[in-house]
């Protein structure tokens, strides 16, 4: 005797867990990659000429990876204590990174030399960034003051003292404008610096907490600070107003960066967690995990990458899946058919042929509608799922045994003979759950048996059954109409998207960019003097 296997109910996904671009996008990136370090992971900086290339900053040594073999490229161990904030130039030459002497080192990315070391500050030097130009380096320091260097000449441009009342851990260039930029430090103030206006600092806000990142998008107009719990939004058009404010994190946030061309917003925080932001919304879409608390960040050109540096010393290395990598789903296909062949295999023994085949029973306890189905009492199936409870709370039980029937050929036979109140509570689940899209192709059947069923019976109803029919067909009308409405839609948004990615191709074959060919750069006598001793 054959065992009756108990009907395959469907669980579909809550509404809440909606699936959005961003997050088929973001799901993309593969299982990490882990590097371990000695200590905590200061900065991360990708190379802006060689995307394969990033340079961790972490105790004593900054090293440049790369991103596909894993392995230390280049090692700039010229620090006689513990290295701070190294960061490429735009054109990924030249390297610049503070120390806790208070010094500020050069290097050559091609030769590791020190090209400059510029002396002045007091106090461990955390953050280093270049001015658009290229010419000018500034550095904020534990002294509280920020310094502006220029490059060539290995000499001090201006020096802003005492621009805070505690540590400045953090800093930004404007992307386009050489003059401007801003600093943000342990006080919880955010300074505007322009170097050609008379007052040093033109401007000074309050963040609320202790600022430990800040960036500016790419357009320059708007700067963005994160410190304690929260992620501020300033508009530096508008005289630096306070746009909006994000607070997703529950600890500390540590790190700010740029992904998807400047259009999203990335933060890591010591709650673990990497929070994906929308520029143009500033909400939330997606969210990556991590095992430690997250102190460093750093996203690869065309999100090709994503490196977190955590507290621990582990760095974890995010790779983008491209379409000519294989996927997962083809590797644990791949190693399926690997294990069934082997199970297949004959084994080598000198044991005899003789196998014996047990069958499993199916000790699965079936359902009431089940026990029905199982007898071919379709009516009373049916009759037992479509029950006040079952169409309120477990749709997905009336739509299999729907389905079942269908299957069957057996859902007209169903509800031919049956009383009106039996076939109005059917009718109205179908106009109920006709809508959603789960349901909608077998609900789509099911009225067309009904149609069936009242088509072939020619004597007149009671006004209860003609109110049901009747909301069935409007029902049926305002479907077809919002299917109709919906290929409008997308045939105008494809007309859009079509007209768009033609003009930027246009665009992009007539723009030309040239970059003129700066001289090399030779070590000066203050960097060719520094020695390392080593204990």
Known sequence: MTNFQPLNVRRFQQKAQVVTPDTIYWNRLAKPELLKEHTTIDYIDFSPSDPDNFVLTCSVRVQIYNLVTKLVVKNLSRFQKTAYGATFRQDGRLLAAGDEEGHVKLFDTTSRSILRLFKGHKAPVHRTFFTADKLHLASFADDKSVRLWDVANEKVLQTYEDAHSDYIRAGAMHPQANHMFISGGYDGKINLYDTRAEQAITQTLDHGSPVESMLFLPSGSIFITAGGT????????????????????????????????????????????????????????????????????????????????????????????????????????????????????????????????????????????????????????????????????????????????????????????????????????????????????????????????????????????LTALERLRQTMQSEIRLTCELLQVKGALEMIIGGALDNNEETASTVRYTQNKTPKMHPSKAASDYVVIVD
């Open 230 to 465: 929260q992620v501020r939004v300033w508009d530096l058009i508008s005289g630096c107003r306070l746009l909006t404010t994000m607070s997703q994190h529950h600890k500390t946030i540590t790190c700010l960066r740029l992904g998807s061309d400047g259009r999203r917003l990335l933060s890591g925080g010591l709650d673990r967690h990497v929070k994906i932001y929308d520029v143009s919304t500033y909400k939330t879409v997606h969210t990556l995990t991590y095992p430690n608390a997250v102190v460093s960040l750093a996203v690869a050109a065309k999100d090709q990458a994503v490196v977190a540096g955590m507290v621990d010393g582990l760095v974890s290395i995010k790779r983008m899946i491209v379409d000519s990598k294989p996927s997962h789903l083809k590797q644990i296909k791949a190693s399926h058919r690997q294990k069934h062949f082997k199970r297949l295999a004959r084994p080598n023994t000198g044991q005899a042929v003789d196998h014996v085949i047990t069958v499993k029973r199916n000790l699965a306890k079936l359902k009431p509608y089940d026990m029905h189905l199982r007898k071919f009492n379709y009516k009373k199936a049916l009759d037992f799922v479509c029950t006040r409870r079952n169409i309120s709370k477990f749709p997905e039980n009336v739509v299999a045994v729907i389905t079942e029937l269908q299957h069957r050929s057996a859902l007209q036979a169903a509800l031919t003979n049956r009383p009106d109140e039996k076939i109005i509570q059917f009718i109205n689940f179908l106009c109920d759950h006709m809508g959603e899209v789960q349901f909608m192709r077998p609900l789509l059947n099911a009225a067309s048996a009904v149609m069936d069923v009242f088509e072939n019976n020619v004597f007149s109803y009671n006004k209860q059954m």
